[in-house]
């Protein structure tokens, strides 16, 4: 039974369930933090009302039943209660679009951003380009879990560290500075989505949609295309190594001589 489970979850499409994880990781950006949150807190609101609404009825099928003699009170057309089934509702709604709303303003505001980085999909990987610092690279999936993925390879997956979540090169950026990401697309839709930073943004050819956050721990966050562009929208991943603004502008010097020395030959 248990492995039929596991095998029914392996079918959906998502990375928290390696750990048993059910819900969406708290992750380390305000907006995923704030969207963690806003969605608990609607879990909650619909718990509660689900308990209540299910509890009267309940309640009522079981206490109130013909075969005990009960005879149904009638309250049709009843102005109050009327009044009262709608106002509830009403002011509970708003009361969720509230925070709602100031979610998804924060969530738009790419402003004053310190490091903008250019995303483009192509089938089937991923281009990055930093405006500011003129460094640029594509980046694929790696070669092991590439090779692992062939039909026949002989390869149980499940020796492979980070199968499928693995790129050649990865894409660093510092914590604690707001990033700005321009997404674009040179080919089909892709979508550009690490769960752990918050938000998932289509990038579609010829247009520019735009998304931002600020790490707030260092570490290595993986996500994948959340778009489906083709017969290998499954492997083009996406790996962010978060680091100290310090380590972020050695290596920014590093990837700048080694495009020079790369221009030279
Ligand atoms: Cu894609």
Redesign the pocket.
Known sequence: MRNFIVFLLSTIPTLALGDWEVNLPRGVTPTSVLAYDLHMLIFYITVIIGIGVFGVMFYSIIHHRKSKGVVPANFHENTKIEIVWTVIPFLILVGMAIPATQALILMEDTSEAEVTLKVT?Y??MWKYEYLEDNVSFLSRIDSESNKARKLNSGVDVSNVKNYLLEVDNPIVLPVNAKIRLLLT?GD????WWVPELGGKKD?VPGFVNEMWFNINKPGIYRGQ?A????KD?AF?PIVVKAVSKAEYEKWVMNQQNNNKIANKK
Not at 227 to 230: A, N, R, S
Request: charged share 5%.
């Open positions: 999909g089938q089937w697309a089909v839709i892709h979508a990038a295309c778009e489906l562009c083709g929208h083009m």
